[in-house]
């Protein structure tokens, strides 16, 4: 794969995190795949809570993908409740979604009936051959071997096509943010600043066959304390833990915001990574 010439970024390489939303499990474990299958009872929760991407992602995927999203044929893969896919909806983008879970899938449909949908992974795509001009994995690369995946996206792009990854990544250099998650660290004994130093092209092709251009993009949003508790809590290690360990967190998280944002509503700070390779025309 060769790629567009990208604006230099500053950050360092990051991402085979322990954030838990990213990719920090082993891909081969029982309970990696325990946490892919969590997601299904609480896509409603998922759905409302989990933030969306500023349009600013969607101006850098075309710059690094060289060609606008309207009219592009796009499969949406891992598309969960379809928060990626429809903002490439919006932009005029003909999109496919495709989505392992049963919960999630459902309630994309809800959501977004008017955009096909088909069950399936990005290890073994339902998809044929040359059949999109881009290939995006919004939150859901992580759940692939990338063994698997990267062939599979091959087979299904088109001459000239690329493939998308990005995750939204916690903004840490913000003081309640890195506070936030030292305290997610110590419940679940993971390395979250990991996220930070190793987001980088690896994730998107340990082999090293793809070139890889790197963008970090930086945004907020302002929401309710509750909603940021439930974003906490949609997260898949939270999802399989006990649930009063869960709630015992989630109790006390609560006090800990409320002395930094006495009024209730929280404003979360965002990087988003997104890593772009597009093949040979």
Same mark, same amino acid.
């Given at each position: 794969?060769?790629?567009?010439?990208?604006?230099?970024?500053?950050?360092?390489?990051?991402?085979?995190?322990? $954030?838990? !939303?990213?990719?920090? =499990?082993?891909?081969?474990?029982?309970?990696?795949?325990?946490?892919?299958?969590?997601?299904?009872?609480?896509?409603?929760?998922?759905?409302?809570?989990?933030?969306?991407?500023?349009?600013?992602?969607?101006?850098?995927?075309?710059?690094?993908?060289?060609?606008?999203? =309207?009219?592009? !044929? %796009?499969?949406?893969?891992? =598309? +969960?409740?379809?928060?990626?896919?429809?903002?490439?909806?919006?932009? +005029?983008?003909?999109?496919?979604? %495709?989505?392992?879970?049963?919960?999630?899938?459902?309630?994309?449909? !809800?959501?977004?009936?008017? &955009?096909?949908?088909? !069950?399936?992974?990005?290890?073994?795509?339902?998809?044929?051959?040359?059949?999109?001009?881009?290939?995006?994995?919004?939150?859901?690369?992580?759940?692939? $071997?990338?063994?698997?995946?990267?062939?599979?996206?091959?087979? #299904?792009? @088109?001459?000239?096509?690329?493939?998308?990854?990005?995750?939204?990544? /916690?903004?840490? $250099? #913000?003081?309640?943010?890195?506070?936030?998650?030292?305290?997610? /660290?110590?419940?679940?004994?993971?390395?979250?600043?990991?996220?930070?130093?190793?987001?980088?092209?690896?994730?998107? $092709?340990? *082999?090293?066959?793809?070139?890889?251009?790197?963008?970090?993009? @930086?945004?907020? @949003? @302002?929401?309710?304390?509750?909603?940021?508790? *439930?974003?906490?809590?949609?997260?898949?290690?939270?999802? &399989?833990?006990?649930?009063?360990?869960?709630?015992?967190?989630?109790?006390?998280?609560?006090?800990?915001?409320?002395?930094?944002?006495?009024? /209730?509503? &929280?404003?979360? #700070?965002?990087? %988003?990574?997104?890593?772009?390779?597009?093949?040979?025309?």
């Amino acid at each position: 794969m060769t790629t567009s010439r990208p604006e230099p970024h500053t950050p360092a390489d990051p991402h085979t995190p322990a $954030d838990p !939303r990213t990719p920090a =499990a082993p891909r081969t474990a029982p309970a990696h795949a325990a946490r892919a299958r969590s997601f299904n009872a609480a896509a409603a929760q998922y759905a409302a809570a989990r933030p969306s991407y500023p349009p600013a992602l969607l101006d850098a995927l075309e710059e690094l993908t060289g060609r606008p999203l =309207a009219g592009a !044929r %796009v499969a949406d893969v891992g =598309a +969960g409740t379809g928060i990626a896919t429809a903002l490439l909806h919006a932009r +005029g983008a003909d999109v496919i979604a %495709v989505e392992p879970g049963e919960g999630m899938a459902a309630h994309f449909h !809800r959501a977004l009936p008017e &955009v096909p949908i088909v !069950r399936g992974t990005g290890d073994a795509l339902p998809l044929a051959d040359d059949s999109t001009d881009l290939l995006t994995y919004a939150q859901a690369w992580h759940w692939t $071997d990338p063994a698997r995946s990267v062939p599979e996206a091959l087979r #299904v792009l @088109r001459p000239g096509g690329a493939l998308a990854l990005w995750w939204n990544t /916690e903004a840490l $250099d #913000v003081p309640w943010i890195a506070a936030a998650a030292r305290r997610v /660290e110590h419940h679940f004994g993971l390395d979250v600043t990991a996220e930070k130093r190793q987001a980088g092209a690896h994730v998107g $092709d340990p *082999a090293g066959s793809l070139d890889v251009v790197r963008r970090e993009i @930086r945004w907020r @949003r @302002r929401v309710p304390l509750d909603t940021h508790l *439930a974003n906490i809590g949609s997260y898949s290690v939270f999802l &399989v833990q006990d649930e009063r360990r869960s709630a015992a967190f989630l109790t006390a998280e609560r006090e800990h915001l409320l002395a930094v944002f006495p009024d /209730e509503v &929280v404003e979360e #700070v965002y990087d %988003v990574v997104l890593l772009v390779a597009t093949t040979t025309p």
